[in-house]
T-cell receptor, first 113, second 115 residues
Framework: AQTVTQSQPEMSVQEAETVTLSCTYD???????LFWYKQPPSRQMILVIR??????QNATENRFSVNFQKAAKSFSLKISDSQLGDTAMYFC??????????FGAGTILRVKS | DTAVSQTPKYLVTQMGNDKSIKCEQN?????MYWYKQDSKKFLKIMFS???????INETVPNRFSPKSPDKAHLNLHINSLELGDSAVYFC??????????????FGPGTRLTVT
């Protein structure tokens, strides 16, 4: 079965600085999708960014970008110009057949003013 | 308009009771899901339905029974509630089960507390 590992339980960053959240995964599949979801204290799950495994180019969404290393099975999230509203739990997720999402354990990110 | 809605948002009940959580999506999606988030925030899929047909059934106690009356609704019924069922339950939907239509939209979650 596929597994997703987030090795950083908690991270802190100063407002306006850059932070990178790590994620590794294990799969034998060649075609798959990877996601980062944000869960603020409101507990709503919000899609931040997605990456198709067949695309070599790293996905970017405004201040959020990923570093996708397929051979290393690594999928890190970089948040630039961190804002107080970025404080949340961030989940890395892998999508396998049938649109089943497999989540990592999450990383709590605290943005400090 | 809310895309994926769940009722209730909070549910407090006693051990042994039977309860239901309702989920509705107005996105016209064909596939719906139930996820469970435990006290350590770990999220895991429980079920998914595509056009009212069960396609994913993880190792979930058979006290949990999903019901899909139509493709816009996926309800979760739980019999004989136990303390360990306390969690946040999320409903989600996506356009199709095919990987090309992969974005899942989540509801606001239902916090279930069993006392």
């Amino acid at each position: 079965a596929q597994t997703v590992t987030q090795s950083q339980p908690e991270m802190s960053v100063q407002e306006a600085e850059t932070v990178t959240l790590s994620c590794t995964y294990d799969t034998s599949e060649n075609n798959y999708y990877l996601f980062w979801y944000k869960q603020p204290p409101s507990r709503q799950m919000i899609l931040v960014i997605r990456q198709e495994a067949y695309k070599q180019q790293n996905a970017t969404e405004n201040r959020f970008s990923v570093n996708f290393q397929k051979a290393a099975k690594s999928f890190s999230l970089k948040i630039s110009d961190s804002q107080l509203g970025d404080t949340a739990m961030y989940f890395c997720a892998f999508m396998e057949y049938g649109n089943k999402l497999v989540f990592g354990a999450g990383t709590i990110l605290r943005v400090k003013s | 308009d809310t895309a994926v809605s769940q009722t209730p948002k909070y549910l407090v009940t006693q051990m042994g009771n039977d309860k239901s959580i309702k989920c509705e999506q107005n996105l016209g999606h064909d596939t719906m899901y139930w996820y469970k988030q435990d006290s350590k925030k770990f999220l895991k899929i429980m079920f998914s339905y595509n056009n009212k047909e069960l396609i994913i059934n993880e190792t979930v106690p058979n006290r949990f029974s999903p019901k899909s009356p139509d493709k816009a609704h996926l309800n979760l019924h739980i019999n004989s509630l136990e303390l360990g069922d306390s969690a946040v339950y999320f409903c989600a939907s996506s356009q199709d089960v095919a990987q090309e239509a992969y974005e899942q939209y989540f509801g606001p979650g239902t916090r279930l507390t069993v006392t």
